[in-house]
């Protein structure tokens, strides 16, 4: 089946220490990957996609993800968070031959004083 | 750019009235798309439209769900009749084309609470 899992329904994390999101995706599922970030009553917005090239992809507001083919994973990561980041995390992968997004369940990241 | 443009932003009503949804994508994009968020299901597309046309409709769970896009800055989603388990977060989203590689950019949301 075509799918995007999320490892972590919930992180909890001090301000300024590191994060990481996991997300592995099936390999029925295209390599165009994204991650959004929703936030409290807002839409998503788009952090960083991964379409070819570097497997490294660095997206907004300090958020960097890796693409790793042979562990179909493609994990969020930031060296410092801040209290602003607080949100709910998605990853998402293209399905078929158009613009067809599959979510995977989400992350809600806490961020802590 | 306004964004994408969803009202209302909160609707609640009573089961078996019927709702109606309504999205304005961004200026010059080809592409629409309606998703539904609810806590068991996560994020879900029903529909997408190209240039007006509906594409896929293979997400939409029943016939008592329809979408229309009469030109290229308005599209409904209609609920008739709505039912408590229709409670949910409802996203339009357009892009610019329909290429794999497209960002889709995501309206603020509708509530829909149905008693």
């Known amino acids: 089946a075509q799918s995007v899992t999320q490892l972590d329904s919930q992180v909890p994390v001090f301000e300024e220490a590191p994060v990481e999101l996991r997300c592995n995706y099936s390999?029925?599922?295209?390599?165009?990957l994204f991650w959004y970030v929703q936030y409290p009553n807002q839409g998503l917005q788009l952090l960083l996609k991964?379409?070819?090239?570097?497997?490294l992809v660095k997206g907004i507001n300090g958020f960097e993800a890796e693409f790793n083919k042979s562990q179909t994973s493609f994990h969020l990561r930031k060296p410092s968070v801040h209290i602003s980041d607080t949100a709910e995390y998605f990853c998402?992968?293209?399905?078929?031959?158009?613009?067809?997004?599959?979510f995977g369940a989400g992350t809600r990241l806490a961020v802590h004083p | 750019d306004a964004g994408v443009i969803q009202s209302p932003r909160h609707e609640v009503t009573e089961m078996g009235q019927e709702v109606t949804l309504r999205c304005k994508p961004i200026?010059?994009?080809?592409?629409l798309f309606w998703y539904r968020q609810t806590m068991m299901r996560g994020l879900e597309l029903l529909i997408y439209?190209?240039?007006?046309?509906?594409?896929?409709d293979s997400g939409m769970p029943e016939d008592r769900f329809s979408a229309k896009m009469p030109n290229a800055s308005f599209s409904t989603l209609k609920i008739q009749p709505s039912e408590p388990r229709d409670s949910a977060v409802y996203f339009c989203?357009?892009?610019?084309?329909?290429?794999?590689?497209?960002?889709?950019?995501f309206g603020p949301g509708t509530r829909l609470t149905v008693l």
């Open positions: 439209f190209n240039n007006n046309v509906p594409i896929d």
């Open positions: 998402a992968a293209i399905s078929g031959g158009y613009n067809k997004l599959i």
């Open positions: 991964y379409l070819s090239g570097s497997t």
């Open positions: 200026s010059g994009h080809d592409y």
């Open positions: 390999s029925s599922v295209s390599v165009y």
């Open positions: 989203a357009s892009s610019p084309t329909g290429s794999s590689t497209d960002t889709q950019y």
